[in-house]
């Protein structure tokens, strides 16, 4: 017999919109502070962007990878089991040769157990970027990466891959109400609009929520949002370093599913392409 997870009035989400460095043991303990506000905020997700354990605007690469029993993600399960909050985050991880590493986005539930890894399907060679010169892609037919928190189930894709509907497609087809996108945002012309137009269109077309989560700082815009399954965006935030709690509620997203049945109506399926 199987046991449904209990489903609350609202599930609670903190944002840590952050400044991140090449300094990996500041990182983590920026980290830390920000699960110890998730905690008094008393989150049930913490979501952090992505490369929170490194970062360089110029390009970051194989320096900046650790393995999954690294200091950072050991640091994230750590504090995930002590504050009894689940995080997502984004980390770099070792590639298949020394010079290339993949860009991941790890989820870690409440006891502080590592549910999956997402690898960067989609890399970022657009803008005058070249993350292919560093990085490895993931594999494009890896089952999407899912964290199920209190009858929300949160489907995780980060940065570039906000530019593909057929990834946030994939995830809401693993059952994902909730989409999760780490990020890294390239400062630039338009470069805000499009963060903004993209995370409300995944929204809309998949009538889920969508937490996009900005890094702060040089050579990236910020602006983490909190967008609903009908579109309206709840929270936006700036380009300074913040860290803000919402709630989800699970009723709400039905209301909106049962009103605009649109996930019932398709008629094309979302293949990977090799």
């Known amino acids: 017999m199987t046991v449904d997870p209990p489903v609350r009035p609202a599930v609670r989400v903190t944002l840590g919109q952050l400044r991140v460095s ?49 200091p950072f993600v050991s640091s994230l399960r750590e504090r995930a089991a002590a504050h009894g909050v689940a995080v997502v985050a984004g980390t770099t991880l070792p590639g298949s040769r020394a010079d290339r590493a993949a860009n991941a986005v ?81 400062a630039g012309p338009l470069k805000e609009h499009h963060w903004r137009t993209l995370a409300t269109a995944r929204a809309i077309e998949n009538t889920v ?25 709840g929270l936006e935030l700036g380009t300074e370093p913040e860290l803000r709690t919402v709630d989800l509620d699970p009723s709400a997203l039905a209301d909106v599913r049962a009103v605009n049945p649109s996930l019932d109506h398709r008629r094309y399926r979302v293949v990977p392409v090799a």
């Open 209 to 233: 929520v969508v937490l996009a989560v900005g890094q702060a700082g040089r050579g990236v815009t910020g602006r983490s949002l909190v967008v609903g399954p009908d579109g309206v965006a």
């Open 22 to 70: 090449d300094d990996h043991d500041a990182n983590r303990e920026v980290v830390r502070r920000a699960f110890d506000t998730a905690a008094r905020a008393r989150a049930d997700v913490l979501v952090l962007p992505e490369y929170a354990s490194g970062f360089d605007p110029r390009g970051t690469g194989p320096e900046h990878a650790e393995p999954l029993d690294g």
């Open 106 to 186: 790890v989820a870690v539930d409440a006891a502080g157990a590592v549910v999956g890894v997402y690898r960067k399907v989609h890399l970022y060679d657009a803008f005058g970027h070249r993350e292919s010169d560093r990085l490895e892609p993931g594999p494009a037919d890896a089952a999407p990466l899912t964290l199920d928190v209190a009858g929300l189930r949160f489907g995780v894709l980060t940065c570039y891959d906000l530019r593909f509907p057929e990834s946030a497609r994939r995830a809401v087809d693993a059952g994902a109400d909730v989409l999760v996108v780490p990020a890294a945002w390239a």
